[in-house]
């Protein structure tokens, strides 16, 4: 019988990821995870290697709204517009975490951050336009590991809020 920590080993994922995978009874999905001999840390990265489209990657950005760390979770193609961010929080002041912050928030580097299985319990912000796909792709906590899962499942196990964030065409 394998453990998630050795199905983790086999697959590239975090093992703290495939943990919080198999703690929500995902385990099925951590044999779909991917890894690349090459970091895809950024959207664009992932979705060459994989061979979907740039909307179809799920970003796990975190910001800091009057200094709490907030997880927005974006398709990506499209950039997080803050001030909508900051609308929607009723916050003061909302900025880009730095990276020691997002690595003490949810115990993971930047580029590898997945939506779920973080090391503190966040406010989950999710646009909607993840929900433009059938399946959607996300970071398996390493920036060479990621993983398929269906938007609204993905959200789900997030606890993410559905909102509409993204930056919208000048």
Not at 75 to 94: F, I, M, Q, T, W
Request: hydrophobic share 40%; glycine share 8%; with cysteine.
């Amino acid at each position: 019988m394998t453990t998630a920590a050795t199905d983790a080993e086999g697959s590239g994922a975090h093992p703290r990821f495939a943990e919080a995978l198999r703690e929500r009874g995902l385990g099925d999905v951590v044999p779909k995870v991917r890894r690349f001999p090459d970091a895809t840390r950024t959207a664009a990265e992932a979705a060459a290697a994989i061979g979907c489209e740039l909307s179809q990657i799920c970003k796990s950005l975190i910001f800091a709204a009057d200094g709490v760390p907030v997880l927005v979770l974006m398709d990506g193609a499209s950039r997080v517009d803050v001030e909508r961010v900051r609308e929607e929080l009723g916050a003061e002041k909302v900025t880009r975490a730095r990276a020691d912050v997002v690595r003490e928030t949810t115990g993971y580097a930047i580029g590898g951050v997945p939506p779920f299985g973080h090391r503190t319990r966040t406010r989950v912000l999710a646009d909607r336009s993840l929900l433009d796909h059938a399946t959607v792709w996300a970071a398996a906590g390493t920036p060479y590991t990621v993983f398929p899962m269906e938007p609204k499942t993905l959200i789900a196990h997030a606890g993410g809020t559905l909102v509409d964030v993204r930056e919208r065409p000048e």
